[in-house]
């Protein structure tokens, strides 16, 4: 590898138009522009995502640079998110990447989204010691890798229905409350009674996820009651039934997680994607690998959420390793995990 190997990374999968720079896997610049048209509708418009990104996407990247204190002929590769993620939103990224790498005569690296996320590991402290299981919890992903000492992985459970994220947004829209849902239900509960209410945790068979059934739950808990009754019980509880939610998902996040862990033997556990963000859910998480003499390695929330960092870090590794993609990479919205 070069000596001063300098990598932009873009990342443009969802509603984040996001860029960064990093100089020998060390971030000099980390620039996320989250688009708020998507609030008045409750969850991301595909057609504005992408629409957003194209008006974003050049300002961004500039920023970056600009930041970083880096000009565009410094830059050894850059690396993009290919997949998995909205189809719009991608080949906005994709396009502006390779177009880009071809005017500079650089490599372009497509990177899988989720190995983005699990890239991001190496930006938290600590770091995660290989064998681990890593939990991929996001808006659109709730996946459990296992990481073996080669750095090689294996799928071992995901959600078969909703992801955790989705559960959080779609329960916030139920409730009333803002975009994105997560967030919301999390300043909330902090006053609540996570015991007020226990909502059913569904537990399916080996370490498999699904979160429909207890957003299905809460609904029929609501239309139990009626008028003003309702409305009552959203006045004196609101903070109360958030965190009796927010506790049902993290049991049974934390569920596989366990089992899992204690089936294979292992001790150390990371925790990625936005819905690791999640203050009680971090806490959960240390608390099970310290408890089995292991680590938790969470990555800085600025490194939890979507962002190009990640992006460009997993870059950095496959540029080591020559692992250039053609000028004919394209957007694959439904991208398998590599």
């Given at each position: 590898?070069?000596?001063?190997?300098?990598?932009?990374?873009?990342?443009?999968?969802?509603?984040d138009?996001?860029?960064?720079i990093?100089?020998?896997?060390?971030?000099?610049?980390?620039i996320?522009?989250?688009?708020?048209e998507?609030?008045?509708?409750?969850?991301?418009?595909?057609e504005?995502?992408?629409?957003?990104?194209?008006?974003?996407?050049?300002p961004?990247?500039?920023?970056?640079?600009r930041?970083?204190?880096?000009?565009?002929?410094?830059?050894?590769?850059?690396?993009?998110?290919?997949g998995p993620?909205?189809?719009?939103?991608?080949?906005?990224?994709v396009?502006?990447a390779?177009?880009?790498?071809?005017a500079?005569?650089?490599?372009v690296?497509?990177?899988?989204?989720?190995?983005g996320?699990?890239?991001?590991?190496?930006l938290?402290?600590?770091?995660p010691?290989?064998?681990?299981?890593?939990l991929?919890v996001s808006?659109?992903h709730?996946?459990?890798?296992?990481?073996r000492?080669?750095?090689?992985?294996?799928?071992l459970?995901?959600?078969?229905?909703?992801?955790?994220?989705?559960a959080?947004?779609k329960?916030?829209?139920?409730?009333?409350?803002?975009?994105p849902?997560?967030?919301?239900?999390?300043k909330?509960?902090l006053?609540?009674d996570p015991?007020y209410?226990?909502?059913?945790?569904?537990?399916?068979?080996?370490?498999?996820?699904?979160?429909?059934?207890i957003?299905?739950n809460?609904?029929?808990?609501?239309?139990s009651f009626?008028g003003?009754?309702?409305e009552?019980?959203?006045?004196?509880?609101?903070?109360?039934?958030?965190?009796?939610?927010?506790?049902?998902?993290?049991?049974?996040?934390?569920?596989?997680i366990?089992?899992a862990?204690?089936n294979l033997g292992?001790q150390?556990?990371?925790l990625?994607?936005?819905?690791?963000?999640?203050?009680?859910?971090?806490?959960r998480?240390v608390q099970?690998?310290?408890?089995?003499g292991?680590?938790?390695?969470?990555?800085?929330i600025?490194?939890?959420?979507?962002?190009?960092?990640?992006?460009?870090?997993s870059?950095f590794?496959?540029?080591?390793?020559?692992?250039?993609?053609?000028?004919?990479?394209?957007?694959?919205?439904?991208?398998?995990?590599?």
């Open positions: 590898m070069a000596i001063n190997t300098i990598i932009l990374g873009i990342e443009t999968s969802c509603d138009t996001a860029a960064s990093v100089r020998n896997g060390q971030v000099l610049s980390n996320v522009s989250t688009q708020s998507h609030a008045l509708f409750g969850g991301v418009v595909p504005l995502a992408s629409r957003a990104h194209q008006r974003l996407i050049v961004v990247v500039e920023q970056a640079l930041d970083a204190g880096i000009s565009r002929n410094q830059l050894s590769a850059i690396a993009v998110t290919f993620g909205l189809a719009g939103s991608l080949l906005v990224g396009s502006f390779k177009s880009l790498a071809m500079l005569g650089i490599p690296i497509g990177i899988n989204h989720l190995d996320h699990i890239a991001s590991l190496m938290s402290d600590p770091s010691v290989a064998p681990y299981l890593c991929i808006g659109g709730t996946q459990i890798m296992h990481v000492q080669d750095a090689s992985r294996e799928l459970g995901k959600t078969r229905d909703d992801a955790a994220g989705e959080f947004d329960v916030a829209k139920i409730l009333g409350l803002g975009f849902g997560g967030p919301e239900i999390e909330i509960s006053t609540g015991n209410h226990r909502f059913p945790r569904t537990r399916l068979k080996g370490y498999d996820y699904s979160f429909s059934g957003k299905t809460l609904l029929y808990y609501l239309n009626k003003d009754e309702r009552e019980l959203l006045r004196k509880h609101l903070p109360d039934i958030c965190a009796s939610f927010q506790e049902a998902v993290i049991d049974m996040l934390a569920a596989p366990e089992s862990l204690d292992l150390n556990v990371g990625v994607g936005g819905v690791s963000a999640n203050k009680s859910l971090r806490d998480f099970i690998a310290a408890i089995r292991g680590v938790c390695a969470v990555p800085h600025q490194y939890s959420m979507d962002n190009a960092a990640m992006i460009a870090v870059g590794d496959k540029f080591g390793r020559n692992q250039f993609s053609p000028l004919t990479l394209s957007a694959v919205p439904s991208l398998a995990f590599s």
